[in-house]
């Protein structure tokens, strides 16, 4: 069954740019390993040769996996999406009821999210609790820390 995923322009570059390195640099390197071990003489107890040949299994699966996703994924037009509502993309202002403290996070697929950057997963307690809310809206997230009401000040792409 395939899974669609949706990605932005530079999410599916750094998945294609991980593809690259893995069938160009990382393939490669492994295959003039196992050459390497196969010149040692016997195989049957050449521990070089066989770590050599589960690595290469290893590669090779995930290279089989990333091109699925590569091939399962989909670019989405963000000048498309509604900005009235909180969705993938979007670029949400809350404020924290319990401390007035202000946040602002971008909310995109798991894959790319990177909290250094404000970029928080589609599939995070947060991003659950704004996805579909409207500004102005209050909302409780449960969390980890347990449950905040958060005011939702602005959205935008």
């Not at 322009?9 to 390497?36: C, D, F, M, T, Y």
């Not at 091109?67 to 999406?81: G, P, T």
């Not at 319990?98 to 991003?127: H, R």
Request: net charge positive; proline share 3%; charged share 30%.
């Amino acid at each position: 069954m395939e899974k669609i995923s949706y990605y932005t322009k530079e999410g599916i570059q750094k998945l294609n740019q991980e593809l690259e390195q893995l069938v160009k640099v990382e393939r490669p390197s492994i295959s003039k390993q196992i050459a390497e071990a196969r010149d040692k003489g016997d195989l049957s107890e050449n521990a070089e040769y066989h770590a050599a040949k589960e690595a290469q299994g290893m590669l090779e699966l995930k290279i089989a996996k990333l091109q699925e996703v590569i091939h399962n994924a989909r670019i989405l037009d963000e000048s498309k999406l509604d900005n009235s509502k909180v969705l993938l993309f979007s670029i949400v202002k809350i404020r924290n009821l319990k401390n007035d403290a202000l946040m602002c996070y971008s909310i995109v697929p798991e894959q790319e999210a990177d909290l250094k950057k404000k970029k928080i997963s589609v599939t995070s307690p947060i991003a659950k609790g704004l996805l579909g809310k409207k500004v102005g809206e209050t909302i409780e997230i449960k969390v980890p820390a347990g449950v905040i009401p958060f005011e939702i000040i602005e959205i935008t792409r």
